[in-house]
């Protein structure tokens, strides 16, 4: 019998996954599902993208490259990033990565250590406290608020500070809610970061998908450029989900850390795939802009389908494509709900609870479905809550 190392014990997963799975059981069995859980777009990777690629593997990269990225690539992002972001960023401050989760892993291998507390939203992406537990650091959840947009509970986060905080984890706009950090909690976040000298990794996956205002990453505050690991990618605004390419800017003596962390995992991301991302940020920009348009009317069509439904109220998300329904009026804990609508109303989504214990109360819904199929979910949604025993 093979015995495992203790640390694995301390590695979560993502329940998004796990529905998917128990949903498709489902349908093999005859049921009709309806899919709002996972958090992938449903348009196809822009044309330009996949040509990019083809010519790439026709002209022979297929081989391995540097650690950190394709120099051009590299390069593609320092543009890209230093234009989005308005700071200078420079190739060697890049690091290409197959998928963004690796800059997770990164971070905290790097940076924490047991001992060392992580300071990171709840609810969020689960793999942060995942990998916060696998290094042996502890983490510190700060909740929330759905009252100011689901951004931190800004007296909680400053009360939470201490002598062994070593990372501040951000994510806006956020999954699972679709909050965004307004600009006063950044600078007060800046703030406790330079005084302390605290790292913040700030994953910005979502940025370009932000419906309303300037999107600002706490990079671009004054002094916190040298203190910031932005984590952005291609899965999300190019509907790249499965050619796994993302990335990380970092100081350089970051990215030299993290390129070792490359060399002894993956070696390189596929020099192809790396091909297609430079089309992907030189390239026309139109196929991601209507995406995001898309998402937008979705996202004004199921919010208000949520809010005229019985005991549910859905704040408006301000980015991503997730709505994070209140269900507390119900009388169910968010688990058991998602399990009853997967079950008995054939509706796939996610407990908000699979994103930390302050998701208690909710429900995800990821709208990357058609608008026939937000209508229908709807539909079926009410005719539940309605049935519903109180």
């Known amino acids: 019998m093979v015995t495992f190392a203790r640390r694995m014990e301390r590695l979560g997963t993502e329940t998004a996954f796990e529905v998917l799975a128990r949903a498709k059981a489902l349908e093999a069995r005859g049921r009709e599902i309806l899919h709002f859980e996972i958090g992938e777009p449903d348009f196809d990777t822009p044309a330009h993208i996949k040509e990019a690629a083809i010519q790439a593997l026709r002209d022979g990269h297929t081989h391995y490259g540097p650690s950190p990225g394709l120099p051009v690539l590299r390069e593609a992002i320092a543009e890209a990033v230093s234009k989005s972001r308005g700071i200078a960023v420079s190739p060697e401050e890049v690091i290409v990565t197959p998928g963004a989760k690796p800059i997770m892993f990164f971070t905290l291998l790097a940076l924490a250590q047991p001992g060392d507390e992580v300071i990171y939203p709840n609810p969020s992406f689960p793999i942060y406290e995942s990998m916060i537990n696998f290094v042996g650091a502890t983490p510190v959840p ?156 979705r996202r004004d069509l199921i919010v208000q389908g949520m809010n005229d439904l019985p005991a549910v109220h859905c704040a408006l998300p301000q980015g991503a494509f997730y709505v994070f329904p209140n269900i507390q009026a119900t009388g169910r804990s968010s688990a058991e709900l998602a399990t009853q609508l997967l079950n008995e109303a054939g509706i796939a989504c996610l407990a908000g609870t699979a994103f930390g214990r302050y998701g208690e109360g909710y429900l995800r819904f990821s709208y990357a479905s058609s608008e026939d199929n937000i209508r229908k979910m709807l539909i079926i949604l009410r005719q539940f809550l309605q049935d519903l025993p109180r």
Do not use: H
């Open 142 to 297: 700060i909740p929330l608020l759905e009252s100011v947009g689901f951004s931190f509970d800004m007296e909680r986060f400053e009360a939470s500070l201490s002598p062994r905080t070593k990372l501040i984890i951000l994510n806006s706009p956020g999954n699972p809610t679709g909050g965004v950090i307004p600009a006063g909690d950044l600078q007060r976040i800046a703030a406790v970061a330079l005084d302390r000298g605290i790292t913040v990794l700030s994953d910005e996956i979502y940025i370009g998908m932000q419906y309303d205002g300037t999107p600002l990453s706490i990079a671009s505050l004054p002094g916190m450029q040298e203190q910031t690991i932005i984590l952005d990618g291609f899965s999300k605004l190019y509907a790249m989900t499965g050619w796994r390419l993302g990335f990380g800017v970092a100081n350089r003596q970051i990215i030299e850390q993290f390129s070792k962390l490359m060399a002894n995992s993956a070696s390189c991301t596929a020099s192809f795939v790396q091909l297609a991302g430079v089309a992907a940020l030189r390239g026309p920009q139109t196929p991601s802009q209507q995406m995001v348009a898309e998402f937008r009317r």
